[in-house]
């Protein structure tokens, strides 16, 4: 039996449903691509040739980030986080079996920084200029079979003009390569489209396009069947059909009813997946699966954001796609705590700013339930200023996405809505971030705004009528836009959601980007036509920094500090005011600021706060969810935090002594050896009894042993400018996080931890035993 599946979709579905699919066949392999692949940074008209000898190559595994690599440096552009760009290549050869000759390939690229151009055995197979976007290329004509016969895979990539963007952005190939291999006949990439157009509590019709591809120069009578299947992989609905199917493409169209259905929402994302089946004579030639999630949502200019006929907020945070030491090649499992930290903090909701973002991050969300904000470009055809010497001071440069807008932006807007919109979380298509930005020495002409948004309107309805379009603007409420947009986006602005609503009453006004604080989320929670928030940011991200030097502080700056996280995925005090406003559970957080107040953040009704052994009474919480009291004496404060006289949650602050050990948490309890696993090792300064020192700054050493590497060490200071690659960095704020990921080979995991002035920690790490998954 041959059988063959779209690994991209296979791994987004195992991801969800958290098993195996019983019908995944390993060994007819649909393969990542991320290994052996060889490195150069620099440039030559040769490099794309296969006979090319390469072995002085840097062996490289991807996703790779060339940016993070290099040492900061003032000569650098700060909208880069003064990180450099640069041109490179990669390279990679690999061998295929005679029986595959009959075969279609791809290879997918989830994303390239940027200016990519990619051959196969010295055949161009095509550029694209944007750096954010999914693509890929049929390789079938170019291949060569049998193990005499070797391939190459070149890609060249081209961030020479590096200010290009105003954040920073990497270089290199910083998301997965696939490798896709079908029969002729096969369901195409990212060609199926489920939608849900009606939901009871008995039953939800499911509607499906499927689009079929058939390569061979020949007729083929084929079987579609179509499956519903559930998270415990039961056929809960299925549907089969023959066709006559003659050389081309074609859509089929289908309804199935799904009986008993489990909604997607915030709190239980339940997941479905339609599975794709297509034989011939009872031979299985392919297999594919689309997840998706059986939810109803509803705008409402009155009354804001229902999901599921639920009213509900939406308590969102703003998200670049990087993560510090990581750069932009951020894996799967770090993505997947840094979500974690913000939904205990009580978010609901991420908007994708201000580009398409990795595949593998909207899974999360389906999995984890958050809604989303997609986001498909910062420029149209005018460029914005990307800061060279700090964020708005004095130079700038314009080079981006905008030189390339008037041929590429259909394809990306397009690829976009292809590639994402079976997700269940997206319930927003943002055609632009501040496009009608009104102070940029670059303004956009307000009317031709107007045709530009009717024909993104257009395009995006053109592939999904299930969602509304948006677009974050600067001044909504002059914009000439906005009568062809669904959902107005405010970015800031909260003052005027009175008078704008008032003015124009049919409209549907959301929070797109917002500031952090009391009034932005009352402007919120008192105003039920207001739904939303998103506030700039949920994590601190390199790029946009401020000056390279501050003579008036003495330090130095990389990165933007916007984040209720740090780059490190640490919390912030703004982190627990900003769980106290949106966090239903009860909590309570007490720590002392630099001032010497103990500050008490809670979202209970009252606060008992002790002072060591003494209670100061109960405190009524306020509106702004903040109490503070002096602490002059430097004593121990408990808190206990109350509803309707009912003990509910409680806090410590113990002021801390001298440093005098490190103690490690590992958030995850083991490392799979899949080569992509990622297990996170943070590390805390405390005294002699257990308490945190929360200024200590203690330089630690690192070493590894075993089948893994530290590929990465955060402290989420934006000051610190030592190298990334370094192996020694100090704490922050008391903290260091290490990245380790697993290899392949068996093995014992060891991280070796040296702090001055401090005893040796060696933190063992649960591996077991490598897992044997497909990859080249």
């Known amino acids: 039996m041959k059988k063959t599946v779209i690994l991209a979709f296979l791994l987004a579905y195992s991801a969800v449903f958290g098993f195996e699919i019983t019908s995944f066949q390993p060994e007819e392999r649909f393969r990542l691509f991320n290994e052996g692949w060889k490195f150069k940074e620099n440039d030559s008209s040769r490099y794309y040739q296969n006979n090319l000898d390469d072995s002085d190559w840097r062996d490289v595994k991807l996703p790779h980030d060339m940016g993070v690599e290099k040492e900061f440096s ?8 003064y990180l450099p760009g640069g041109v490179c290549w990669y390279r990679k050869s690999f061998e295929l079996s005679r029986q595959w000759q009959d075969e279609s390939f791809k290879i997918l690229f989830n994303g390239v920084y940027c200016n990519s151009k990619v051959w196969c055995n010295g ?26 016969n070797t391939n190459v895979i070149a890609v060249r990539v081209d961030h020479s003009d590096y200010a290009d963007c105003r954040w920073y952005t990497g270089t290199g190939i910083n998301r997965d390569v696939y490798l896709v291999k079908t029969d002729k006949v096969h369901t195409k990439l990212w060609g ?9 509590e008995k039953y939800a019709d499911v509607k499906a396009e499927v689009k079929l591809v058939n390569s061979s ?5 084929v079987g579609i069947e179509n499956q519903i299947i559930d998270k415990r992989d039961d056929v809960r609905a299925r549907e089969k059909r023959f066709i006559d199917f003659e050389p081309g493409e074609r859509t089929l169209e289908l309804n199935l009813r799904l009986k008993s259905p489990e909604l997607w929402n915030t709190k239980y994302p339940d997941m479905y997946a339609l599975k794709t089946i297509i034989t011939s004579e009872d031979e299985v030639l392919d297999e594919y699966y689309t997840p998706f999630g059986v939810r109803d949502f509803r705008f409402d200019c009155d009354e804001g954001f229902f999901l599921n006929g639920e009213p509900m907020l939406i308590k969102g945070v703003c998200l670049h796609d990087g993560a510090g030491a990581l750069g932009t090649a951020v894996p799967k499992p770090v993505w997947r705590r840094r979500l974690q930290k913000l939904k205990d903090g009580g978010c609901n909701a991420i908007r994708m700013s201000h580009n398409p973002h990795d595949p593998h991050l909207y899974d999360l969300c389906d999995e984890m339930g958050f809604l989303v904000m997609n986001e498909a470009f910062d420029e149209w055809y005018e460029g914005k200023r990307k ?12 080079d981006g996405y905008h030189e390339h807008y008037e041929e590429w932006a259909e394809k990306d807007l397009t690829d976009m809505l292809l590639r994402d ?10 055609i632009g971030n501040e496009i009608d930005y009104p102070n940029d020495p670059f303004p956009p002409g307000e009317m031709d705004l107007i045709p530009e948004a009717i024909k993104l309107r257009e395009i995006v309805k053109d592939h999904d009528l299930t969602r509304p379009v948006t677009a974050a603007c600067a001044g909504p409420e002059a914009n000439v836009f906005m009568d062809y947009l669904d959902v107005i986006g405010f970015n800031y602005k909260e003052k005027l959601y009175e008078d704008v609503h008032k003015r124009y009453p049919y409209k549907i006004f959301t929070g797109s980007e917002n500031g952090r604080g009391l009034e932005p989320w009352l402007a919120v929670k008192n105003n039920d036509y207001i739904s939303s928030q998103f506030l700039w940011t949920g994590i601190d991200y390199l790029g946009e920094a401020g000056k390279w030097h501050n003579e008036e502080t003495g330090t130095h700056s990389r990165g933007a500090r916007s984040g209720l996280l740090n780059l490190a995925g640490f919390a912030k005090p703004a982190y627990y005011r900003q769980k106290a406003y949106w966090e239903e559970d009860p909590f309570v957080h007490l720590y002392q600021n630099g001032d010497g107040h103990i500050v008490c953040y809670s979202n209970c009704e009252d606060v008992e706060l002790f002072q060591g052994e003494k209670s100061l009474g109960d405190f009524e919480v306020p509106e702004s969810k903040r109490i503070m009291i002096r602490n002059p004496e430097g004593e121990n404060f408990r808190a206990i935090g109350k509803r309707a006289r009912v003990d509910v949650a409680q806090a410590v602050y113990n002021v801390p002594g001298e440093p005098a050990r490190i103690v490690p948490n590992l958030v995850e309890k083991k490392l799979v050896l899949d080569g992509r696993d990622v297990v996170h090792a943070e590390i805390y300064v405390v005294d002699e009894d257990g308490y945190p020192v929360e200024d200590a700054e203690i330089k630690i050493e690192a070493s590894i042993e075993g089948p893994a590497e530290i590929i990465g060490i955060e ?24 990245y380790i990921q697993g290899g392949r080979r068996p093995g014992d995991v060891k991280l070796n931890l040296k702090p001055e002035g401090l005893g040796s920690v060696s933190v063992l790490i649960n591996s077991g035993m490598p897992v044997d998954s497909e990859y080249w």
Not at 217 to 221: A, H, N
Not at 421 to 430: A, G, Q, Y
């Open 715 to 738: 402290n989420g200071n934006q000051g610190d400018i030592s190298p990334y690659g370094e192996m020694t960095k100090k704490t922050y704020n008391g903290k260091l996080l290490y």
């Open 74 to 81: 003032k000569e650098n552009p700060s909208c880069q986080a």
């Open 123 to 148: 055949k161009l197979l095509g550029e694209r200029p944007n750096g954010f976007i999914s693509f890929a290329y049929d390789i079938t004509d170019y291949l060569q079979f049998g193990r005499e």
């Open 217 to 221: 120069e020949e007729t083929r009578k």
């Open 192 to 200: 199926t489209y489920v939608t849900t157009p009606e939901i009871t």
């Open 387 to 398: 800061w060279v010497d700090g964020w708005n001071q004095t130079e700038f440069e314009r």
């Open 421 to 430: 919109r079976n997700h269940p979380s997206i319930i927003l298509w943002s």
